[in-house]
């Protein structure tokens, strides 16, 4: 099988995530909260050989191919075809926690140049941009129901797209004439309503826009900060969480939450007396993001917005520790 996606930051993952020493046992077990083809899941099975993952991923036919990657590693690997905040949300009380965790929040090669739904303008696809193709909104959906207003704070809130508003108003007199169904036609609206000079700039004009709506239809950001609270109390106590970000909205939330479990008290000011324990959560293994070396990012070009932060859980933690951190 030809794999199109390279994993990011993978020798940082191994090394922070490893399974040996203290707590771990021989036998760990790890949850890919993010499976895509399977390159981390990979890798670490082979590293760590009594390792046992269980790889999540919304997008059946993605996890489809990482099935057939990964069958050589027989029954130390198993799969649940689902979003990774449902799985956390839901984990089962008396199941057996995971020593490790691991978050990659980046959309796969594979999605952009293989899948044909709309993820990248570089093919004249259908735009619908689902991880899911079997639920909720498409992309063109978006596109041609959102109000003028709506349609530009997404783009701006998501992507922050200094022509917002003008790619917003552009999209809406052109829908009036006929419904926006391919990446082509989205991509020339935007081509054609913003400046000449920001036409020819580092990144295609639309690439933002785009951005933006992939991450409304999937709604990566309002999945993300329940899901790290709940998968950090399905670990094990001594087990690491890992996630890796690519841009600043993921991190900002990563950080502020990983920031909370790390402090002694994080109880609200209109609370009168410390009732959240008065004791970290979490050591911070990573007091700086991890970023892609040079040679990475050389070598894999979508590393190169990459950031990796990791902690080790001392306790679980209560609805306290998601303070401060936005919602979307």
Not at 157 to 165: N, T, V, W
Request: hydrophobic share 35%; proline share 5%.
């Amino acid at each position: 099988m030809e794999v199109v996606h390279k994993p990011v930051l993978l020798q940082e993952c191994l090394c922070y995530l490893s399974p040996v020493g203290e707590p771990f046992e021989a036998d760990a077990r790890m949850i890919d909260s993010t499976l895509g083809e399977g390159g981390h899941t990979f890798n670490f099975l082979s590293k760590y050989p009594t390792l046992h993952i269980t790889g999540l991923d919304a997008d059946k036919v993605i996890q489809s191919r990482a099935r057939q990657r990964l069958e050589q590693f027989g029954d130390r690997v198993q799969f649940e075809n689902c979003w990774f905040n449902d799985y956390y949300r839901n984990f089962p009380a008396d199941a057996e926690r995971p020593d490790l965790i691991l978050f990659d929040l980046g959309i796969s090669v594979f999605h952009y140049e293989r899948s044909g739904r709309g993820f990248s303008f570089r093919h004249d696809e259908e735009l619908d941009m689902r991880l899911n193709p079997d639920a909720g909104e498409s992309a063109a959906d978006i596109v041609n129901s959102y109000k003028e207003e709506e349609l530009a704070n997404l783009i701006y809130l998501y992507a922050d797209e200094k022509f917002s508003r003008r790619i917003a108003h552009a999209i809406v007199q052109e829908r009036q004439k006929s419904r926006i169904v391919s990446t082509v036609q989205l991509a020339q609206i935007i081509f054609d309503c913003v400046p000449a000079n920001y036409k020819h700039g580092n990144i295609h004009p639309a690439t933002r826009t785009f951005q933006a709506l992939r991450i409304a239809v999937n709604s990566e950001l309002k999945r993300l900060p329940q899901a790290i609270h709940d998968a950090f109390n399905v670990l094990k106590t001594g087990g690491k969480l890992g996630v890796i970000t690519f841009h600043s909205l993921e991190d900002r939330i990563v950080k502020n939450y990983f920031r909370n479990l790390g402090k002694e008290c994080v109880c609200p000011p209109t609370v009168p007396q410390c009732v959240c324990g008065g004791s970290p959560c979490a050591e911070i293994l990573t007091r700086k993001p991890v970023l892609p070396t040079d040679e990475e990012v050389r070598d894999n070009s979508p590393s190169r917005s990459a950031k990796f932060r990791a902690v080790r859980k001392l306790r679980d933690a209560d609805q306290y520790r998601l303070l401060g951190i936005e919602t979307y």
